[in-house]
């Protein structure tokens, strides 16, 4: 009898109780070689004692000692791809597992004590010197991309915002020097407004106040938004140009801002040019907006980093000197009611006057200067008002050893100084 080798004659099948044996041979062509159905007995299954499932088994046909394939011995062993109930059940339990160590919140109970060194963070000056001394290595292609920007889109930009137009940039990559080159180079004899939207102290009464006095030079008598556009309708008479970088910006995003912009863009004589950098920044604007706005909309991806937008930005990697950034205060205020930046003035106030040693005011002192202002009629509404600058984190009271309740601001004095004009404006 010719002799086959082990690769031939290695035959594998899955053998069950109710699943017939089927031995396929590649010495014969793939064909069935032999099939036991008929000689098979049904086993007897009792389904009330044995509940176990039943288990596959690998049936290896393989020759003998000598080579040949008489009597060929069937050697039954676990299968290799069956898993040990052990590691079944792992698996089946592990959301339940998860599930366990979570909170009814969904939050874990066991949380990280890691924390960001406090001591390897640097400052915003830090910041901003770093990025200026970064040479970036396309910087040649850059300035290409740039340059062809002003050759083939200054001209157009022009002409289109004489023809009644107002123009929207878009694309990736900062575009504040490419319209100020355009703003150095076309609107040099001309009256421009420039207009910061990712600054975060910028509001329509600075903007309207600052074409009244410088523009039309009238004395500021005005004291609402609509007083103030209807005294810029009537007294314009030449063209002025609004350069706004990031009409999309955070201060900006007010319906009510959008609304006076959008009814300076009605007027004939004031052309718009603006840039936009977040992607849902068509939603701004209504049907009646974009009437009055009239943008013609241009790519322009200059590829420029964001350095100066991002000045005005918190980072868990900048150094905050006093618990609240000026941005972060910004946000806040701009909450709040009219009562409360009132009383919050006054804390601010006390604390930069310099008489003021300790930099701090008394319960009692506040409560009184503000019953005069007529910002509150009882001590109830004065905490609760309290209350709500605590819970952000702008001020701290504290109870002295002679029985006083002091409040502490948790601002530093740098940042006080900076917000203290720009909070008069607004109230």
Known sequence: MKKSSAKDLILVAWQDSDVTDVILDRSYGGKLASSNKENQTEPKVDFVSNKKKRQSRRVTLAPNKNGEENGPALTNGESEYAKPKSVLAKLSNHFLLGNQSANSDGTMNKTSNNRLDQSHRISYIEMANTLKSYKNAYQDTIESINQYYEINYFSEWF????????????????????????????????????????????????????????????????????????????????????????????????????????????????????????????????????????????????????????????????????????????????????????????????????????????????????????????????????????????IKLKTEADGYETIFLLVDEKNLKLYLEDLKDKI
């Open 159 to 394: 002409k289109l915002m004489n023809f009644g137009f107002n123009i929207l940039v878009h694309g990736v990559g900062s575009k504040k020097s490419l319209i100020q080159k355009f703003c150095q180079s076309y609107l040099d004899n001309f009256y421009f407004v420039e207009l910061l939207g990712y600054h975060h102290d910028i509001n329509t009464k600075n903007l309207l106040k600052n074409i009244i006095s410088d523009v039309l030079e009238l004395n500021d008598m005005f004291k609402t938004p609509d007083e103030q556009l209807n005294a810029i309708n009537q007294n314009l008479n030449s063209p002025l140009y609004l350069v706004i970088h990031n009409i999309d910006g955070n201060c900006l995003r007010d319906t009510s801002i959008q609304y006076s912009l959008s009814e300076l863009a009605s007027n004939k004589f004031i052309h718009i040019i603006a840039t936009v950098d977040h992607i849902n920044s068509s939603l701004l604007w209504d049907q009646i907006q974009n009437t009055c706005f009239k943008w013609i909309h241009f790519e322009v991806n200059t590829l420029e980093a964001y350095s100066d937008e991002i000045m005005f930005e918190n980072s868990l990697m900048l150094s905050q000197q006093g618990n609240v950034q000026l941005s972060s205060m910004i946000h806040i205020l701009k909450s709040l009611t009219q009562n409360a930046k009132n009383i919050f003035l006054i804390m601010v106030q006390h604390v930069l006057n310099k008489e003021n040693t300790k930099k701090s005011i008394t319960f009692s002192k506040l409560y009184h200067e503000c019953r005069e202002k007529f910002y509150v009629s009882n001590e109830l509404t004065l905490r609760a008002q309290l209350t709500e600058f605590i819970d952000h984190k702008l």
